[in-house]
C-alpha cells in the first residue's frame, strides 16, 4: 500500500485568479489536477451542490470538473452528509465542464467515511492508467488493519472518472469490502445492466450520474460487475470505478455503456416545427432481470440537449421509448437495438398548450403563488417536485409575478396569492389541444400592517443537509408567501442568501442576514447575524455542544458577539430543557438559566386554547401522546420563566414542510424590506413586541399604549384594545384573553355570543375589551377560526388543514406597583417533565 515516490503533476500557473495548463499537447483543453488555493477559488465547480473549499481537489478536462474533497479537519459537504462521519478524500461535485450544474452531494468509493492518512495530487507516472489524479489514502495504522487508497484518474479525452481502489487488509479477522460507491442524493435510481444510474433530486435540472464497479485487471476494461468479497490478514484486491456525469441519466449511462462496448446507439431529434423542444422527457424502458433475477422493467431518463438532439448508447434488445411532456400527449414507440448498430428516433410533436399569467399591484409585477386546480374530469396538473419553487405539483410560483406554463388541455381553476395581506385572485380557464392562454391579475394589498414587519427567522435549503431544496427556491417562496425578513439559518453553516436574493431580482421583497442553525442530538438553536468565512468548513461555523447552555453562550458571544446577535431555542422539548435535562420523569431543575441565555423559544402551536398538557394523535391505528409545549409555555410563565414566542416554519421544501404558514410580526417603523433597519427588527424581537400567525393579523395594546412584551403598572381597571384584520380567504370566529393562561369567559368573545363585535370585511373583529385584575397578571390575547381553515391559500399542502390562528405574546400588568409577581398557577396539571 505504499505510495510510489512522488511525480511531478503537470504544471498550474495562477493567472488572474483561475488556473491556466501548461501542456505540449495539441488537444486542449487538457486533464488537469490542482489544489485549491485562496487565488483559485473561481475554479471550483459550481451547481446547486457544490461544496468546495480552499484545500480540496479540482479535477478537469473538456468534458467534465470534478472536485475531491482535502485531508482537512471534520470536512463534510454538509451536516447530513455523512451524519456522523467526515468524508474527506471522496468525490463531492461532478458536472459536465462549463455547466455550472453539479448535483453531486458525495460520492464514496465502497463506502468511503471517516478519517484518511493523506489526500494529495498524483502525476501519470504514479498511476498504472497515465493519468492526472488525486490520491487519498488510509493507512492500515489509521483504519485499525484495514488500509485502502483510492486514486481519483482522468485524462484529456475522458468523459468520466476513473476511480482505482485498493483494499488490502492487515487485521488478525476477516475484512469483508463492498467495492459499490455510496452516493447522495439521486433520484430514480436504476440499475441498468449492472450500471448504476441516477437523476438529480430536482430533474428539472438535467444532470445525472452513472457508475460501474469491476475488479482491476490491470488496464482501462470494464469486466464484470464488481461482487463483495472477504479478505483475509495480508490479502489485496483492487477494483475500478468509472462514473460520468451527462445532461440525464441515460446520457451518464451511455458514456459507461460505449467504454464497456457491445451497446446500440439511439439517435434522434426532439421538434415542434423547426424548434427544439428541451422540456420533454424520454423514458427508455429496458426489460431485463431485477435483483431477485425475475424479469423487470427498468426505466433510464433521456433529456434532449438545447439543440433538441437525443444521443444515446443502449443495451441491445428490444426497448418501449416513451417521450411525455406537459401539454402534449405522450408518445409511445417500440426500437430494437442491435449491438454496434444505429436506431433512428425523431420526435416531431404538436404544439403545447399552455397558460402565460402576469400578476400585478397598483400595476406594478407582484411575486405570486398560482394553483392550477383540475375542474370537471380534469386532473390537477403535475409540474414537478416539492423542492421545486417554479412549478411543484400543481403549484407555481413566480418571484417577478409572470411566468408561461405548459400544462395539458382541459378545465382549471387558477388560484392566485401573495401571501397573507394580499387579497386573492380566481380565474377559470379551458384549453384545447395546442392552445395558449393568458391570465392577468391584480392584488390588492388589503390588510394594513404598517408598523410591523413579516418574518421568519427559521428556514433550511440544501447547504443544511438535511433536504434539498435549492437556495433559490426557498427565496423564492419566502418572497411570494410575502416574508419580508427571513435570516439565514443553514444547519451547521455560515452562510448569506443575500446573493440569492440579489440575483433573483428580490431585494424589495426579502431581507436576510447570515445566520446558523446550530444543530446536534440535543437542543437546537438559531442565531444571527454573522459573517460566513468563504471557502472554509461550515463557513466557519462555531461547533455543536451537548449543553444547551454551552451553545447558547458560544453563539451569543461568536465574532465578538454583540447586543444586536439574536439567540433563540429552536422547538424545544420544554419539560426536559427547563425541568427534568436527563428526561428520566424526577424534575432536576433541567438546564438552569437557560432562559435567561436565549432571546425566544419557538413555543408557538395551534394549541394555545386547548388546556391539556398532551396532543393525542392517531396514524395508521397507532396512538401517540406528544407534548403540548405552549400549554407548558403558559405553565412555566406563571412560574416566572419570561419566554419570548416566535412561530417559524422550519420549511425544508416548498409543498408540505413549507413557507408561509406560521409567521411572526414584529414591530418595526419600517416594513420595506430593503429599507429594513435589522437592529431596529432585533431589538423588538428581544423586547417582546411580537405576535405569531398563520393569517390573522393581530393587534393588542393597553389603554396606556403597551402593547405585547412590555410592562406596566395598573392599579384599577384598564381596556384592552383588541383588532384583528384577515385578507379575503381567511377569516375568524373567537377572540380569546388568557389571563395568567386561563380563559377568562369574561374576555371571550365568539360570532355566536357577540355577533356584533365580528363582522365580515378585511377588520374581522374590533373592540375595548374592559379587563379588571385582583393580581399580578400576563394578558395574551388569541384570535381563531375554529371553524375555518386556510385551503384557499394552500390548496393541498399541510397548511391547508390549519385553522386561521394568532397569538401575542404576553403584557404584563403589575397591580400594586411593587414590581411583577407571578402567581405559580400549574393551570391545573403537574409542570411538564422530560419523560
Given at each position: 500500500?505504499?505510495?510510489?515516490?512522488?511525480?511531478?503533476?503537470?504544471?498550474?500557473?495562477?493567472?488572474?485568479?483561475c488556473?491556466?495548463?501548461?501542456?505540449?499537447?495539441?488537444?486542449?483543453?487538457?486533464?488537469?489536477?490542482?489544489?485549491?488555493?485562496?487565488k483559485l477559488?473561481?475554479?471550483?465547480?459550481?451547481?446547486?451542490?457544490?461544496?468546495?473549499?480552499?484545500?480540496?481537489?479540482?479535477?478537469?478536462?473538456?468534458?467534465?470538473e470534478?472536485?475531491?474533497?482535502?485531508?482537512?479537519?471534520?470536512?463534510?459537504?454538509?451536516?447530513?452528509?455523512?451524519?456522523?462521519?467526515?468524508?474527506?478524500?471522496?468525490?463531492?461535485?461532478?458536472?459536465?465542464?462549463?455547466?455550472?450544474?453539479?448535483?453531486?452531494?458525495y460520492?464514496?468509493?465502497?463506502?468511503?467515511?471517516?478519517?484518511?492518512?493523506?489526500?494529495?495530487?498524483?502525476?501519470?507516472?504514479?498511476?498504472?492508467?497515465?493519468?492526472q489524479?488525486v490520491?487519498?489514502?488510509?493507512?492500515?495504522?489509521?483504519?485499525?488493519?484495514?488500509?485502502?487508497?483510492?486514486d481519483?484518474?482522468?485524462?484529456?479525452?475522458?468523459?468520466?472518472?476513473?476511480?482505482?481502489?485498493?483494499?488490502?487488509?492487515?487485521?488478525?479477522?476477516?475484512?469483508?469490502?463492498?467495492?459499490?460507491p455510496?452516493?447522495?442524493?439521486?433520484?430514480?435510481?436504476?440499475?441498468?445492466?449492472?450500471?448504476?444510474?441516477?437523476?438529480?433530486?430536482?430533474?428539472?435540472?438535467r444532470?445525472?450520474?452513472?457508475?460501474?464497479?469491476?475488479?482491476?485487471?490491470g488496464?482501462?476494461?470494464?469486466?464484470?460487475?464488481?461482487?463483495?468479497?472477504?479478505?483475509?490478514?495480508?490479502?489485496?484486491?483492487?477494483?475500478?470505478?468509472?462514473?460520468?456525469p451527462?445532461?440525464?441519466?441515460?446520457?451518464?449511462?451511455?458514456?459507461?455503456?460505449?467504454?464497456?462496448?457491445?451497446?446500440?446507439?439511439?439517435?434522434?431529434?426532439?421538434?415542434?416545427?423547426?424548434?427544439?423542444?428541451?422540456?420533454?422527457?424520454?423514458?427508455?424502458?429496458?426489460?431485463e432481470?431485477?435483483?431477485?433475477k425475475?424479469?423487470?422493467?427498468?426505466?433510464?431518463?433521456a433529456?434532449?440537449?438545447?439543440?433538441?438532439?437525443?444521443?444515446?448508447?443502449l443495451?441491445?434488445?428490444?426497448?418501449?421509448?416513451?417521450?411525455?411532456?406537459?401539454?402534449?400527449?405522450?408518445?409511445?414507440?417500440?426500437?430494437?437495438?442491435?449491438?454496434?448498430?444505429?436506431?433512428?428516433?425523431?420526435?416531431?410533436?404538436?404544439?403545447?398548450?399552455?397558460v402565460?399569467?402576469?400578476?400585478?399591484?397598483?400595476?406594478?409585477?407582484?411575486?405570486?403563488?398560482?394553483?392550477?386546480v383540475?375542474?370537471?374530469?380534469t386532473?390537477s396538473?403535475?409540474?414537478?417536485?416539492?423542492?421545486?419553487a417554479?412549478?411543484?405539483?400543481?403549484?407555481?410560483?413566480?418571484e417577478?409575478?409572470?411566468f408561461?406554463?405548459?400544462?395539458?388541455?382541459?378545465?382549471?381553476?387558477?388560484?392566485?396569492?401573495?401571501?397573507?395581506?394580499?387579497?386573492?385572485?380566481?380565474?377559470?380557464?379551458?384549453?384545447k389541444?395546442?392552445?395558449?392562454?393568458?391570465?392577468?391579475?391584480?392584488?390588492?394589498?388589503?390588510?394594513?400592517?404598517?408598523?410591523?414587519?413579516s418574518?421568519?427567522?427559521?428556514?433550511?435549503?440544501?447547504?443544511?443537509?438535511d433536504?434539498?431544496?435549492?437556495?433559490?427556491?426557498?427565496?423564492?417562496?419566502?418572497?411570494?408567501?410575502?416574508?419580508?425578513?427571513?435570516p439565514?439559518?443553514?444547519?451547521?453553516?455560515?452562510?448569506?442568501?443575500?446573493?440569492h436574493?440579489?440575483?433573483?431580482?428580490?431585494?424589495?421583497?426579502l431581507?436576510t442576514?447570515?445566520?446558523?442553525e446550530?444543530?446536534?442530538?440535543?437542543?437546537?438553536?438559531?442565531?444571527?447575524?454573522f459573517?460566513?468565512?468563504?471557502?472554509?468548513?461550515?463557513?466557519?461555523?462555531?461547533?455543536?455542544?451537548?449543553?444547551?447552555?454551552?451553545?447558547?453562550?458560544?453563539?451569543?458571544?461568536?465574532?465578538?458577539?454583540?447586543p444586536?446577535?439574536?439567540?433563540?431555542?429552536?422547538?424545544?422539548?420544554?419539560?426536559?430543557?427547563?425541568?427534568?435535562?436527563?428526561?428520566d420523569?424526577?424534575?432536576?431543575?433541567?438546564?438552569?438559566?437557560?432562559?435567561?441565555?436565549?432571546d425566544?423559544?419557538e413555543?408557538?402551536?395551534?394549541?394555545?386554547?386547548?388546556?391539556?398538557?398532551?396532543?393525542?394523535?392517531?396514524?395508521?391505528g397507532?396512538?401517540?401522546?406528544?407534548?403540548?409545549?405552549?400549554?407548558?409555555w403558559?405553565?412555566?410563565l406563571?412560574?416566572?420563566?419570561?419566554?419570548?414566542?416566535?412561530a417559524?416554519?422550519?420549511?425544508?421544501?416548498?409543498?408540505?414542510n413549507?413557507?408561509?404558514?406560521?409567521?411572526?410580526?414584529?414591530?418595526?417603523s419600517?416594513?420595506?424590506?430593503?429599507?429594513?433597519?435589522?437592529?431596529e427588527?432585533?431589538?423588538?424581537?428581544?423586547?417582546?413586541?411580537?405576535?405569531?400567525?398563520?393569517?390573522?393579523?393581530?393587534?393588542?395594546?393597553?389603554?396606556?399604549?403597551?402593547?405585547?412584551?412590555g410592562?406596566?403598572?395598573?392599579?384599577?381597571?384598564?381596556?384592552?384594545?383588541?383588532?384583528v384584520?384577515?385578507?379575503?380567504?381567511?377569516d375568524?370566529?373567537r377572540?380569546?384573553?388568557?389571563?395568567?393562561?386561563?380563559?377568562?369567559?369574561?374576555?371571550?368573545?365568539?360570532?355566536?355570543?357577540?355577533?356584533?363585535?365580528?363582522?365580515?370585511?378585511?377588520v374581522?373583529f374590533?373592540?375595548?375589551?374592559?379587563v379588571?385584575?385582583?393580581?399580578?397578571?400576563?394578558?395574551?390575547?388569541?384570535?381563531?377560526?375554529?371553524?375555518?381553515?386556510?385551503?384557499?391559500?394552500?390548496?393541498?399542502?399541510?397548511?391547508?388543514?390549519?385553522?386561521?390562528?394568532?397569538?401575542?405574546?404576553p403584557?404584563?400588568?403589575?397591580?400594586?406597583?411593587?414590581?411583577?409577581?407571578?402567581?405559580?398557577?400549574?393551570?391545573?396539571?403537574?409542570?411538564?417533565?422530560?419523560?
Amino acid at each position: 500500500m505504499s505510495p510510489r515516490p512522488f511525480a511531478r503533476v503537470r504544471a498550474v500557473l495562477v493567472t488572474g485568479t483561475c488556473a491556466l495548463v501548461v501542456t505540449t499537447s495539441a488537444r486542449a483543453p487538457a486533464a488537469e489536477v490542482f489544489e485549491v488555493g485562496a487565488k483559485l477559488t473561481d475554479c471550483l465547480p459550481k451547481g446547486k451542490e457544490a461544496d468546495g473549499i480552499i484545500g480540496d481537489f479540482v479535477l478537469r478536462n473538456g468534458h467534465l470538473e470534478a472536485l475531491v474533497s482535502g485531508a482537512l479537519p471534520e470536512r463534510k459537504a454538509n451536516m447530513g452528509t455523512n451524519w456522523n462521519q467526515p468524508t474527506p478524500g471522496c468525490l463531492y461535485d461532478l458536472c459536465v465542464r462549463g455547466s455550472e450544474n453539479d448535483q453531486l452531494t458525495y460520492l464514496g468509493p465502497g463506502g468511503l467515511e471517516g478519517p484518511v492518512s493523506h489526500v494529495r495530487a498524483i502525476g501519470p507516472e504514479e498511476n498504472p492508467l497515465g493519468a492526472q489524479g488525486v490520491r487519498t489514502e488510509r493507512t492500515a495504522a489509521t483504519g485499525q488493519g484495514h488500509g485502502q487508497r483510492h486514486d481519483y484518474l482522468l485524462k484529456d479525452d475522458w468523459a468520466f472518472i476513473a476511480i482505482l481502489s485498493t483494499y488490502r487488509n492487515e487485521d488478525e479477522k476477516e475484512w469483508e469490502v463492498s467495492p459499490d460507491p455510496s452516493w447522495k442524493e439521486l433520484t430514480a435510481r436504476e440499475t441498468v445492466s449492472g450500471v448504476l444510474t441516477g437523476d438529480a433530486t430536482n430533474p428539472s435540472h438535467r444532470q445525472g450520474y452513472a457508475a460501474y464497479v469491476c475488479e482491476w485487471k490491470g488496464k482501462l476494461d470494464l469486466g464484470p460487475r464488481a461482487e463483495k468479497l472477504k479478505l483475509k490478514k495480508g490479502e489485496e484486491r483492487s477494483f475500478l470505478t468509472v462514473v460520468a456525469p451527462g445532461i440525464s441519466p441515460a446520457a451518464a449511462f451511455s458514456v459507461v455503456a460505449r467504454l464497456r462496448g457491445g451497446s446500440g446507439a439511439l439517435r434522434g431529434r426532439v421538434r415542434e416545427g423547426d424548434q427544439p423542444v428541451t422540456t420533454a422527457t424520454l423514458e427508455v424502458r429496458v426489460e431485463e432481470p431485477g435483483a431477485d433475477k425475475k424479469p423487470a422493467t427498468k426505466v433510464l431518463r433521456a433529456y434532449a440537449d438545447a439543440q433538441g438532439r437525443l444521443d444515446l448508447a443502449l443495451p441491445p434488445g428490444k426497448h418501449t421509448l416513451k417521450l411525455k411532456d406537459l401539454g402534449r400527449p405522450e408518445v409511445s414507440r417500440e426500437v430494437e437495438v442491435r449491438s454496434g448498430g444505429e436506431v433512428d428516433a425523431d420526435f416531431d410533436l404538436p404544439r403545447a398548450s399552455k397558460v402565460s399569467f402576469v400578476a400585478t399591484s397598483e400595476g406594478k409585477p407582484v411575486p405570486c403563488k398560482v394553483q392550477f386546480v383540475g375542474l370537471g374530469e380534469t386532473k390537477s396538473p403535475y409540474f414537478g417536485v416539492d423542492i421545486q419553487a417554479r412549478g411543484c405539483r400543481n403549484i407555481y410560483m413566480a418571484e417577478t409575478g409572470s411566468f408561461t406554463q405548459q400544462v395539458d388541455p382541459g378545465r382549471y381553476r387558477l388560484i392566485a396569492t401573495h401571501g397573507i395581506e394580499y387579497d386573492h385572485a380566481v380565474r377559470d380557464v379551458e384549453l384545447k389541444a395546442g392552445e395558449a392562454a393568458r391570465v392577468e391579475v391584480a392584488l390588492r394589498r388589503i390588510v394594513d400592517t404598517r408598523g410591523w414587519v413579516s418574518t421568519d427567522f427559521h428556514n433550511h435549503s440544501t447547504p443544511s443537509g438535511d433536504n434539498y431544496c435549492g437556495t433559490d427556491d426557498r427565496v423564492i417562496i419566502l418572497a411570494v408567501e410575502q416574508v419580508e425578513f427571513a435570516p439565514t439559518t443553514e444547519h451547521n453553516r455560515l452562510y448569506d442568501w443575500g446573493p440569492h436574493i440579489e440575483r433573483l431580482g428580490l431585494k424589495e421583497e426579502l431581507r436576510t442576514v447570515p445566520g446558523i442553525e446550530l444543530t446536534g442530538p440535543n437542543a437546537h438553536f438559531n442565531s444571527f447575524p454573522f459573517k460566513p468565512v468563504p471557502f472554509t468548513q461550515d463557513g466557519g461555523a462555531p461547533r455543536w455542544q451537548h449543553d444547551p447552555r454551552l451553545n447558547a453562550i458560544v453563539l451569543r458571544d461568536y465574532q465578538e458577539g454583540g447586543p444586536f446577535r439574536w439567540v433563540h431555542l429552536n422547538h424545544p422539548q420544554v419539560g426536559k430543557f427547563f425541568r427534568d435535562r436527563n428526561a428520566d420523569g424526577v424534575a432536576d431543575g433541567g438546564y438552569a438559566g437557560l432562559d435567561l441565555l436565549i432571546d425566544a423559544a419557538e413555543v408557538w402551536s395551534l394549541y394555545i386554547l386547548d388546556p391539556n398538557p398532551k396532543i393525542r394523535t392517531v396514524a395508521n391505528g397507532k396512538e401517540t401522546f406528544y407534548e403540548n409545549r405552549t400549554f407548558a409555555w403558559l405553565q412555566l410563565l406563571n412560574q416566572g420563566v419570561r419566554m419570548n414566542v416566535i412561530a417559524v416554519s422550519d420549511a425544508h421544501y416548498v409543498f408540505g414542510n413549507a413557507c408561509g404558514g406560521w409567521r411572526t410580526y414584529v414591530r418595526s417603523s419600517e416594513d420595506r424590506p430593503d429599507k429594513l433597519d435589522v437592529e431596529e427588527v432585533i431589538r423588538s424581537s428581544k423586547a417582546g413586541r411580537m405576535f405569531v400567525t398563520t393569517g390573522p393579523f393581530l393587534e393588542a395594546r393597553l389603554d396606556d399604549g403597551t402593547e405585547p412584551g412590555g410592562s406596566t403598572v395598573a392599579r384599577g381597571p384598564f381596556k384592552l384594545h383588541i383588532k384583528v384584520q384577515c385578507t379575503d380567504w381567511i377569516d375568524i370566529d373567537r377572540v380569546q384573553v388568557l389571563v395568567n393562561g386561563r380563559q377568562d369567559p369574561a374576555l371571550g368573545f365568539t360570532r355566536v355570543s357577540h355577533p356584533d363585535l365580528f363582522s365580515d370585511g378585511t377588520v374581522k373583529f374590533e373592540h375595548k375589551a374592559p379587563v379588571a385584575l385582583e393580581e399580578d397578571a400576563h394578558l395574551i390575547v388569541v384570535a381563531v377560526g375554529e371553524r375555518f381553515n386556510l385551503r384557499t391559500g394552500y390548496g393541498k399542502s399541510t397548511q391547508a388543514w390549519w385553522n386561521p390562528c394568532a397569538f401575542t405574546n404576553p403584557i404584563y400588568v403589575d397591580t400594586d406597583g411593587h414590581g411583577f409577581t407571578p402567581n405559580g398557577d400549574t393551570l391545573g396539571h403537574p409542570l411538564p417533565l422530560g419523560k
